[in-house]
């Protein structure tokens, strides 16, 4: 089977800043990673084609430092990967981020072959909003499901996936093609490889697709086919707070006081007094 | 007032409708048979603002199999009308095909707004519908908010650092899109008065392309940590498993629940559904106890509704004590047993022992 396996490459700090124009993040001088919810799908593609045969593509919309994040992954054992890099892609929402996936996903079954399966990360650290699986899904006009914990093909070539939710373990069987968001921290990914590594030095198995390769109109990718616009970002407002701060004597001096503080008010006392005495 | 697009520099995959088309607010709720989600009807508060706003109805819109009992219900918290599709076939929930029934149903009704609750179900099934209606979708909001000016939603949220609001606005499609996590938003107060009306839809249901195979429930956990009045919250500085026995004792005492950190759900040391902060769950709890967390942003964003914080802490320059309510700079391996011990003691000795416990400050001021 022929697996995309879609990867993020995210800022690796807390202190990322913002354009207070835009909105956007500033990257310069921020240090990324591959997303770490990334790693569930890319084991899992991983392991569905040790099993099965094919091969596990990655994809990545991001700019052209994003490579190294391929060759990461290609260094887990992911035999291509795709970089789709432009400056009309820059400053997408996840409609259009989902539209330029969903484009090259395209484009790699007409070209390099059918693709099967769609596998992404849960969500972001840099977003977290869990948007591209289900976006990619409606624009591929493919099932999909969220949630995946494991998966394996059963009769008629259909995927079986297996999931969790806050009610119940859930088994769904898919027609394929379709598309899987995998939970997070579901499978330990494995470690990179020295062999693979090796490979993916000497075959350099990254193809970069600009919107000359992916031919796609500039209303629909970047900024401009991005609903959502930042209007404006502001300071969160500070919440108040007593901030009474004590530095106790010893231990009991601590309970004491803190027992004293808490019997005194009374948004607290009234619950206190129930959960001791009833 | 809205602006009419230019329809030449919309991307030609979106529809180029009429602003002016779209009205009404409306909240899609998650249920089935047996329960109508609470999360669902929290989202009713925030509608009530935008719609109370841009001078629009607001509507309840229910998709499943015997689904129809819980419009009433609806109604009775906020919505001035329903809208029902209740077939057989919605059974089994399928995103896809969920997501497309309410897709169907916007196309024909032309919603301005849509609100969906960030439960699992609902963070799966929205950006589907979105993207089909190929609209903006705003993830998680803490709040929302209408520009006067334009009559544009503002769908508010932390981004990645969450000292941070973004105002994320949706100038140039309808419908507006955006969720937000459960209990970020309260359940407006039911109010028997109310009534309206429940229409009833027909809907095409697509194939879903997916078979429901196997499916086991599993016990729900019994005390949730976004319904509990007091947390024992427990950080990386809580150092393993044994801190948190600790914390556990201590919740156990007060009749609260235990919950932590992200650093200490990475650890191993709290399952992850009780997680607090930006990734995690917002509380509201009467009180919360913060053990050897530190304060950041991302964690503290998700107590912003607590009544009170306590924060046990042994760096004296811990973020925290800025944004607690009593602060106690100290090792919490030697504060949270003597804290133990004197609950103990108080409960032992009953309501009376207060007055010493208050009387002994008194003393102290005096001397
Ligand atoms: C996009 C994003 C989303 C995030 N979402 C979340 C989220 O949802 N929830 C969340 O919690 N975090 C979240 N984080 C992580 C967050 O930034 C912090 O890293 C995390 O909250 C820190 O956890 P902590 O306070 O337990 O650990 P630390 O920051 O390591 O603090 C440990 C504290 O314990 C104290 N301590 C050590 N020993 C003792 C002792 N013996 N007694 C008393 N005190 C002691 C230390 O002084 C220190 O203050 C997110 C980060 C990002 C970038």
């Known amino acids: 089977m022929r697996i995309v396996v879609g990867i993020k490459w995210v800022p690796n700090t807390q202190a990322v800043r913002f354009d207070p124009k835009t909105g956007t993040l500033i990257r310069e001088g921020v240090p990324s990673i591959v997303n770490p919810h990334d790693y569930p799908a890319i084991e899992l593609a991983l392991r569905l084609r040790d099993k099965y045969g094919g091969e596990v593509i990655a994809v990545t919309m991001a700019p052209p430092s994003a490579r190294q994040g391929l060759e990461h992954v290609l260094g887990m054992g992911v035999d291509k990967g795709v970089l789709l890099t432009d400056r009309a892609f820059a400053g997408a929402d996840t409609l259009a981020t989902s539209y330029v996936i969903a484009k090259a996903i395209e484009k790699i079954d007409k070209e390099i072959g059918h693709v099967d399966v769609a596998i992404f990360g849960h969500e972001t650290i840099d977003s977290s909003t869990a948007h591209i699986g289900a976006q990619v899904a409606s624009w591929l006009g493919w099932p999909y499901v969220y949630y995946a914990r494991d998966a394996e093909l059963v009769e008629d070539g259909k995927l079986k996936v297996r999931r969790q939710t806050e009610r119940a373990i859930e088994e769904y069987v898919l027609n394929l093609p379709a598309v899987v968001a995998t939970a997070i921290k579901a499978l330990e990914p494995r470690p990179i490889r020295l062999l693979h590594k090796l490979r993916a030095k000497i075959e350099q198995p990254i193809i970069v697709w600009t919107n000359n390769e992916l031919g796609l109109d500039k209303r629909c990718i970047g900024l401009k086919g991005s609903p959502t616009v930042v209007a404006n970002i502001t300071f969160m407002p500070e919440v108040p707070r007593k901030k009474i701060v004590y530095k106790p004597k010893d231990p009991k001096d601590a309970a004491r006081w803190l027992l004293r503080q808490l019997f005194k008010d009374e948004a607290v006392a009234p619950f206190l007094k129930k959960a001791l005495w009833g | ?367």
């Open chain 2, 1 to 367: 007032m809205p602006v009419k697009p230019d329809c030449e520099k919309l991307c030609p995959e979106w529809p180029c409708d009429d602003p002016f088309e779209f009205k009404g607010v409306w909240v899609v709720a998650e249920a089935d048979e047996n329960e109508l989600n609470e999360a669902s009807l929290q989202m009713l508060t925030p509608a009530k603002k935008i719609a109370s706003k841009l001078g629009e109805k607001i509507v309840g819109i229910l998709v499943g199999y015997n689904v129809k009992k819980w419009a009433d219900e609806l109604i009775k918290h906020g919505a001035d009308e329903v809208i029902v599709v209740d077939d057989e076939r919605l059974k089994t929930y399928y995103p896809r095909v969920y997501g497309q029934v309410i897709v169907d149903l916007a196309k024909k009704y032309k919603p301005s707004v849509i609100l969906v609750s960030a439960t699992m179900r609902g963070r799966e099934m929205a950006p589907y519908i979105a993207n089909t209606l190929r609209t903006g979708i705003t993830a998680d909001c803490t709040d929302f908010d209408v520009d006067e000016k334009t009559g544009d939603v503002l769908m508010i949220r932390p981004p990645f650092a969450a000292i941070m609001l973004a105002y994320i606005k949706t100038p140039f499609r309808k419908p507006q899109m955006g969720t937000a996590r459960p209990n970020v938003f309260p359940v407006p107060p039911r109010d028997e008065s109310r009534s309206g009306p429940v229409i009833e839809e027909k809907a095409e249901i697509i194939p879903p392309g997916m078979e429901l195979a196997y499916y086991k429930p599993v016990k729900r956990e019994e005390v949730l940590i976004e319904k509990a009045e007091i947390i024992v919250s427990v950080g990386k500085g809580i150092g393993g498993p044994d801190g948190v026995k600790l914390a556990e004792k201590l919740a156990s005492l007060l009749g609260g629940v235990v919950a932590g950190s992200r650093k200490a759900v990475d650890a191993g040391w709290i399952p992850p559904e009780r997680q607090v902060g930006q990734t995690g769950k917002s509380v509201k709890p009467v009180l919360y106890i913060a053990i050897g967390i530190s304060g950041a942003a991302q964690h503290m964003i998700g107590v912003r509704e607590a009544g009170r914080i306590v924060a046990i802490n042994i760096d004296p320059d811990a973020p925290i004590f800025n944004q607690a309510d009593y602060g106690i700079i100290g090792d919490y391996r030697e504060i949270v047993p003597a804290l133990i011990e004197e609950l103990e003691r108080l409960k032992k000795e009953g309501p009376k022992a207060i007055e010493e416990l208050l009387k002994e400050e008194e003393e102290a001021a005096a001397s």
